[in-house]
């Protein structure tokens, strides 16, 4: 199938017929037509001969419940990555994994530090502007400096934040290490 994205292939099925919990469910007529659509792929790309897609397009039509389609197209829709458990996954996680990871707690600061500067900030000078207006004393300008100085300081020490990310995310990942090794 050309560069199918596996996941998106299952994703179009309204219950993923590889979970054990829907395999026994009815299979509905657009399940069915999901897989005869990648079995017609498959054969117009010459992974299946006449017979093979005939066999298993015959297979799909009679397919009862969702657990008789995914071994139709199991060898034509490339096997999906594995879903991981987050907890799993930062137990396995790289030291570079844990760095990006930090990057984005402290991009995610950054952005929670705009939002803390610009709403109080605008709620100011619209207050400020529909009541004394130009001309009177600007004292919004108080507001800005008080939180913008967390702005400032969150950009500035975004080195120093990530390592506090990072070492917060080594700490939980040697706790689930931990864990893993006590569970096994």
């Not at 605008?122 to 502007?129: D, F, G, N, R």
Request: charged share 30%; net charge neutral.
């Amino acid at each position: 199938m050309r560069c199918v994205d596996s996941s998106a292939f299952w994703a179009s099925f309204p219950h993923d017929p590889r979970d054990p919990a829907h395999a026994p469910l009815r299979a509905s007529d657009q399940d069915r037509d999901l897989v005869q659509q990648a079995l017609a792929e498959g054969y117009a790309e010459g992974r299946l001969d006449r017979e093979e897609y005939d066999e298993r397009s015959a297979a799909a039509s009679a397919a009862r419940t969702l657990g008789d389609l995914p071994p139709l197209v199991a060898d034509l829709v490339p096997a999906p990555t594995p879903r991981r458990d987050p907890r799993t996954e930062l137990a396995l996680a790289t030291p570079g994994e844990l760095r990006r990871r930090g990057e984005a707690a402290w991009r995610g600061d950054v952005r929670e530090a705009i939002g803390t500067f610009l709403v109080p900030s605008l709620i100011c000078w619209t207050v400020w502007w529909f009541t004394i207006g130009p001309g009177g004393h600007p004292w919004p300008i108080w507001v800005m400096l008080g939180t913008g100085i967390n702005l400032v300081q969150t950009l500035a020490r975004g080195e120093t934040l990530v390592g506090e990310h990072v070492r917060k995310l080594e700490k939980k990942q040697a706790r689930e290490l931990r864990r893993r090794e006590l569970g096994q």
